[in-house]
Structure formats: C-alpha cells, structure tokens
C-alpha cells in the first residue's frame, strides 16, 4: 500500500525536530542498497523536491550541501517517501559515482562481525 501525496501534502507531513531537521536515508533505486543517512531542513527538502538535485543540510558546516556539488558524485532523486509518524524520509536515487565521501559505493561499508 503506498499513498500518493501531493508536493505541499508531503512537506507538511514532515515533522522536522526542534533544530528544524529531518533525517533521510538515501537508497539506490536501481539495487536498493542503503548508500547514506543525512539530514535535511525544510529549504533543501524543497530545494531536492524543485530540482531532482537531492540536497541535504550539513550540521558540521551549517550550510546547505546539493550531493555531488565538489565531487561530481550526484544523487537525483527519482522516488521520495515519509514514514508513517512524519519523522523520517526516504529518498530513493539514481546515484553517480560513489556515495560515500571516502570513495566507497555506500557509507554502510563496515560490518560488524558476529561470528
């Protein structure tokens, strides 16, 4: 079951914590692997959902971050969804290049061993 919601219906379904903030999980939309978590305020989640460019908010730097800007490792937004309490978001994507900022495909490349 998935509800279709209109651009203004999803953003104001978003409920973004006291900072103003949202996390989002960002998934390949071509082999759903999770390739990185970030966080978005509501300027870049309506800047990501305006231009397909996906944009996130850097807490270390305080400023907004379009994926890719420095390194050329894009990330345009192909579906985009919202829990079901508001406070998470899942943007699947069409990733160019490595996601991670060290080189790998995925920022999800150390495993805990439990053997």
């Excluded at 079951?1 to 104001?12: A, G, I, Q, R």
């Excluded at 966080?39 to 996906?54: C, D, I, K, P, S």
């Excluded at 699947?92 to 495993?111: E, L, N, Y």
Aim: overall charge negative; glycine content about 6%.
């Amino acid at each position: 079951m998935t509800d279709l919601l209109t651009h203004p219906d999803f953003v104001s379904t978003v409920k973004f914590d006291d900072k103003g903030l949202v996390p989002v999980i960002a998934q390949s939309k071509a082999t759903g692997e999770v390739l990185m978590f970030a966080w978005m305020n509501r300027q870049t989640l309506e800047m990501t959902l305006a231009t397909g460019r996906v944009t996130y908010w850097s807490r270390s730097r305080q400023s907004v971050w379009t994926k890719g800007e420095t390194s050329g490792h894009h990330q345009h937004l192909i579906e985009a969804y919202v829990d079901c309490d508001g406070d998470v978001l899942l943007l699947k994507v069409d990733q160019m290049g490595p996601a991670c900022h060290t080189g790998a495909p995925s920022c999800f490349f150390r495993q805990l061993d439990v053997s």
